[in-house]
């Protein structure tokens, strides 16, 4: 994966091109999945036989009924704002004159119209490609501990954080180097195939080819054009899109390991120009949200609210949602700074929800985000956050930013929702095998395998992922939060877990093990899967508690 946020791409890809290069080109890789239908998440398993989220009962359940809309913000890596799907509910700054070079509101950031970019800087620029946090902190302090070997007098507890530090950033750090020795040559073995395919379907250089445009090639004129065939119909079996999105995909992948191995950790100070270990109070980013990095946090918003039948990409789960944009997320690990700024402007502007699909191993400044988590609290907003995508037990590796403070105020804030992913079927892959979980710090499933959104600059982009769940259990808690204005954020915690369908005695793999199983109700709180037709169900019962009504 590319992390934790990202969908899980480094691992299906690099099992893609590994059997692919090592087998018969006519052999489907071993975890490649039949076609789902591409809203199988909204889908009811009784009448539909996918473990969906029961949507179109909901929504039966709902019908006759007036909505209020709601602001939900997504921090993530920016949106494309001209998505067709998107471009009408973007939440618009009612006090900003669009382009104008004022701050017009006042509130420290120019022509923020649909949101903010906390990794942007003067000129339209954006800090694209960050390395992880365990490296950027190893750096950090390497030239205060790299030659003692016990802790100095009064220093330690950062000589211990110091000794965690370099453990996982030795770690990352092989991994990263292993990745990037193995798949440079895959990534020459995709440029050089690509043309090889192009050169049999007799299309011009700088056209695309599609997992159809293969079942042309019934009788591949020599065994290259076979095994490039092969080739590319394990890719499709992994990533939806053309030709071209695969290798840009797999080059974004390499610039991320790249820059574990190789980091340039000037970038941020060149670019954005802040002190990422200061929070002094003192704005800093641009409004620049539709970037070359848009696809993920575009894929995330249309989850929550892509507009509803237009005919056209997908349906969002909630239909009368604003979607505010805020981007803290680069490709590699975000800052606290950033998170924790990013969740201050979401509430302060009027988001009720926001969805996190993020994560990392360390948090430097943990503080500043816990913080952040009670204003959030403080002003009844609902944070949803995925889980991750490293299949680890989050009851002994935490994942950040989490609930569980460090002042020891919480242990399991009221206001967050923390989401592992789920497969289509009942059977032993029904806990994705990527997903963290715990029964204690993962409070529910929700759909993440195979999952379909829209994208930038294109209609669709199916991928796995816990930020899939994320924003597929938000946009519950939006479509909850439309009908029932008066629940508190509170209250919609209760809801979405409460009408979580309990999976009990089905043994399914343990994330992350390909022999271990357990039964499914261990791996979160409330051992279940998301519903949207049972969360209204129960809402609709509850006296609502909202303050700001």
């Given at each position: 994966?590319?992390?934790?946020?990202?969908?899980?791409?480094?691992s299906?890809i690099?099992?893609?091109?590994?059997f692919?290069?090592?087998?018969?080109?006519?052999?489907?890789?071993?975890?490649?999945?039949p076609?789902?239908?591409?809203?199988?998440?909204?889908?009811?398993l009784?009448?539909?036989?996918?473990?969906?989220?029961?949507?179109?009962?909901?929504?039966?359940f709902?019908?006759?009924?007036?909505?209020?809309?709601?602001?939900?913000?997504?921090?993530?890596?920016?949106?494309?704002?001209?998505?067709?799907?998107?471009?009408?509910?973007?939440?618009?700054?009612?006090?900003?004159?669009?382009?104008?070079?004022i701050?017009?509101?006042?509130?420290?950031?120019?022509d923020?119209?649909?949101g903010?970019?906390?990794?942007?800087?003067?000129?339209?620029?954006?800090?694209?490609?960050?390395?992880?946090?365990?490296?950027?902190?190893?750096?950090?302090?390497?030239?205060?501990?790299?030659?003692?070997?016990?802790a100095?007098?009064g220093?330690?507890?950062?000589?211990?954080?110091?000794?965690?530090?370099?453990?996982?950033?030795?770690?990352?750090?092989?991994k990263?180097?292993?990745?990037?020795?193995?798949?440079?040559?895959?990534?020459?073995?995709?440029?050089v195939?690509?043309?090889y395919?192009?050169?049999?379907?007799?299309?011009?250089?700088?056209?695309?080819?599609?997992?159809?445009?293969?079942?042309?090639?019934?009788?591949?004129?020599?065994?290259?054009?076979?095994?490039?065939?092969?080739?590319?119909?394990?890719?499709?079996?992994?990533?939806n899109?053309?030709?071209?999105?695969v290798?840009?995909?797999?080059?974004?992948?390499?610039?991320?390991?790249?820059?574990?191995?190789?980091?340039?950790?000037?970038?941020?100070?060149?670019?954005?120009?802040d002190?990422?270990?200061?929070?002094?109070?003192?704005?800093y980013?641009?409004?620049?949200?539709?970037?070359?990095?848009?696809?993920?946090?575009t894929?995330?918003?249309?989850?929550?609210?892509?507009?509803?039948?237009?005919?056209?990409?997908?349906?969002?789960?909630?239909?009368?949602?604003?979607?505010?944009?805020?981007?803290?997320?680069?490709?590699?690990?975000?800052?606290?700074?950033?998170?924790?700024?990013a969740?201050?402007?979401?509430?302060?502007?009027g988001?009720?929800i926001?969805?996190m699909?993020?994560?990392?191993?360390?948090?430097?400044?943990?503080?500043?985000?816990d913080?952040?988590?009670?204003?959030?609290?403080?002003?009844?907003?609902?944070?949803?956050?995925a889980?991750?995508?490293?299949?680890?037990?989050?009851?002994?590796?935490p994942?950040?930013?989490?609930?569980?403070?460090?002042?020891?105020?919480?242990?399991?804030?009221?206001?967050?929702?923390?989401?592992?992913?789920?497969?289509?079927?009942?059977?032993?892959?029904?806990?994705?095998?990527?997903?963290?979980?715990?029964?204690k710090?993962?409070?529910?499933?929700?759909?993440?395998?195979?999952?379909?959104s829209?994208?930038?600059?294109?209609?669709?982009?199916?991928?796995?992922?816990?930020?899939?769940?994320?924003?597929?259990?938000?946009?519950?808690a939006?479509l909850?939060l439309?009908?029932?204005?008066?629940?508190?954020?509170?209250q919609l915690?209760?809801?979405?877990?409460?009408?979580a369908?309990?999976?009990?005695?089905?043994?399914v793999?343990?994330?992350?093990?390909k022999?271990?199983?357990?039964?499914?109700?261990?791996?979160s709180?409330?051992?279940?899967?998301?519903?949207?037709?049972?969360?209204?169900?129960?809402?609709?019962?509850?006296?609502?508690?909202?303050?700001?009504?």
């Open positions: 994966m590319i992390n934790i946020r990202k969908y899980v791409f480094g299906a690099y099992g893609a091109l590994f692919s290069l090592n087998a018969s080109a006519q052999t489907a890789p071993p975890d490649a999945m076609d789902l239908p591409k809203n199988w998440h909204q889908l009811d009784k009448a539909d036989g996918f473990y969906g989220i029961s949507l179109n009962n909901a929504y039966n709902l019908k006759g009924k007036k909505s209020k809309t709601v602001v939900v913000a997504t921090i993530d890596s920016g949106i494309d704002t001209t998505q067709t799907d998107l471009k009408t509910i973007l939440w618009v700054n009612p006090k900003e004159i669009p382009n104008n070079g701050d017009d509101d006042h509130n420290g950031y120019v923020d119209v649909h903010w970019d906390f990794l942007g800087g003067p000129g339209g620029k954006v800090n694209y490609t960050e390395t992880t946090e365990e490296i950027r902190e190893y750096n950090r302090l390497k030239p205060k501990y790299e030659s003692i070997t016990t100095p007098a220093g330690e507890k950062e000589y211990a954080y110091w000794v965690n530090v370099r453990s996982i950033h030795d770690s990352t750090y092989a990263s180097s292993a990745e990037l020795q193995q798949l440079s040559p895959m990534m020459n073995a995709l440029m195939t690509s043309g395919i192009k050169r049999e379907l007799k299309l011009a250089p700088d056209a695309g080819f599609v997992k159809a445009d293969l079942d042309k090639i019934t009788n591949p004129s020599n065994d290259t054009i076979a095994q490039s065939k092969g080739l590319w119909e394990s890719m499709f079996a992994q990533i899109g053309d030709n071209s999105k290798i840009k995909e797999l080059s974004d992948y390499l610039a991320k390991l790249n820059n574990d191995v190789n980091p340039d950790l000037s970038a941020r100070k060149n670019i954005v120009g002190d990422p270990n200061v929070q002094d109070g003192k704005p980013g641009n409004n620049v949200l539709k970037n070359p990095d848009a696809s993920h946090g894929g995330v918003a249309g989850l929550i609210g892509a507009v509803r039948g237009n005919s056209y990409g997908i349906d969002g789960v909630a239909d009368n949602v604003r979607i505010m944009s805020i981007k803290g997320v680069p490709n590699g690990d975000e800052y606290d700074k950033d998170i924790a700024n969740i201050h402007y979401a509430v302060d502007n988001a009720k926001i969805n699909s993020f994560g990392k191993k360390i948090s430097p400044h943990k503080d500043w985000v913080e952040a988590f009670k204003y959030a609290a403080k002003h009844d907003v609902l944070l949803v956050q889980a991750g995508n490293d299949g680890e037990d989050m009851d002994v590796k994942q950040y930013p989490n609930d569980t403070f460090i002042d020891g105020s919480s242990s399991d804030a009221d206001n967050v929702i923390d989401v592992g992913a789920s497969a289509a079927k009942v059977d032993e892959n029904l806990a994705a095998t990527f997903s963290n979980y715990g029964k710090n993962v409070d529910v499933f929700a759909p993440g395998v195979k999952v379909t829209i994208d930038t600059n294109a209609e669709f982009n199916t991928a796995d992922g816990t930020s899939f769940a994320s924003p597929i259990t938000a946009g519950i939006a909850v439309e009908y029932y204005p008066n629940l508190s954020a509170k915690k209760q809801v979405i877990l409460e009408s369908t309990p999976v009990a005695n089905t043994m793999l343990k994330p992350g093990s022999t271990e199983k357990v039964d499914f109700a261990s791996l709180k409330t051992g279940g899967i998301v519903n949207a037709y049972k969360a209204v169900q129960i809402a609709s019962k509850l006296k609502g508690e909202r303050k700001d009504k």
